[in-house]
């Protein structure tokens, strides 16, 4: 293997040459699945790269319940007698994906410098990036779940209850906090899910502990709107952690408007700024408009999408001249 090529973990299963089973160990890197094996003077060894794996399957058969079929362009291989399937599969689909990425994006992996250093005494042995990877994979939920921006990291969540006024039923979920938002999903599925954007957040308050409500954690908004949660188990440190994050956002959003600049508001020209979402200049813009045609940067990240109303973003004139077609 090349000198930078990084092991991310390896778990002892058998590897099945031909319909003899050999005992080895399966070693999981950035960029391969290997496995090697010596017994009885015979050696088995196989490499092969994330990016030339076409399927994987977690099969159960009679004989052995736990089996992962690796698929291949041109074969098939087998792997059994795991201690721990599920997690060996999880890790072997997350490399994978992680491999079709960099291949269509053409990145290269980097590890997330924000995550705390081990401790020394930690009670499990868990490499740097096994720990990377997991982190990566509950932010990716995390984001599916609630539709969030791709570069939003989850910080952590909690067992909590949220006091809903439509019904006058305070619901059993989850709280999930991050660098941007808050949120929450009930246990029972569809019931009720929360999105709170922290640059809404006014005031996050500890209120007065009760049998009916114990410790409970009160979020306000700008729009005057206030959410209860309940029953959490670490509220002190949570208030901490929210306080933190208002704290960078509110510095984030003085920091933008220092930087934005003023918008153009004249109705046929189009709003632009220092590091705008906008490329084309007001000049320009009015010649390609007439033509149809708008130039956008969108992978400009200087500014987040959640800092305009997309009518403001993307308008052309004002709201008024728009026809009902544009409107929609």
Request: glycine content about 2%; proline content about 4%; charged content about 25%.
């Amino acid at each position: 293997m090349p000198e930078e090529e990084k092991l991310v973990n390896y778990y002892s299963c058998s590897y099945w040459k031909g319909k003899v089973p050999r005992q080895g160990w399966v070693y999981l890197s950035i960029n391969h699945l290997c496995f090697y094996s010596f017994l009885m003077g015979r050696e088995a060894k196989l490499v092969i790269r994330w990016v030339d794996i076409t399927q994987l399957e977690k099969n159960a058969t009679l004989l052995f319940p736990d089996m992962i079929k690796v698929s291949t362009r041109s074969s098939e291989h087998f792997f059994s007698v795991f201690l721990n399937i599920s997690e060996t599969f999880k890790l072997m689909e997350q490399l994978a994906n992680i491999a079709m990425r960099q291949l269509l994006d053409n990145e290269g992996f980097e590890q997330d410098r924000s995550l705390p250093k081990l401790k020394k005494k930690s009670p499990k042995k868990v490499s740097a990036l096994k720990r990377d990877l997991d982190a990566r994979a509950k932010s990716e939920r995390y984001r599916a779940l609630f539709r969030l921006p791709k570069d939003e990291k989850l910080d952590g969540h909690t067992d909590c209850t949220l006091w809903t006024p439509f019904n006058k039923m305070h619901i059993l979920g989850q709280m999930f906090v991050s660098t941007n938002y808050i949120c929450f999903t009930s246990k029972e599925e569809n019931l009720c899910s929360l999105i709170i954007p922290l640059r809404e957040v006014t005031i996050v308050e500890k209120a007065d502990s009760s049998s009916v409500l114990p410790s409970p954690l009160s979020i306000s908004t700008k729009n005057r709107m206030t959410f209860l949660f309940a029953n959490l188990k670490d509220r002190d440190f949570l208030v901490q952690r929210i306080s933190d994050f208002l704290q960078q956002t509110s510095s984030k959003i003085y920091l933008e408007k220092n930087i934005s600049g003023s918008y153009i508001n004249s109705d046929d020209e189009v709003f632009t700024r220092s590091s705008s979402l906008i490329s084309a200049s007001p000049h320009k813009s009015r010649s390609s408009e007439s033509e149809g045609e708008r130039q956008f940067n969108l992978n400009d990240n200087g500014i987040p999408t959640a800092t305009q109303a997309l009518m403001t973003m993307f308008r052309r004139r004002s709201p008024e001249e728009f026809n009902p077609k544009l409107v929609k």
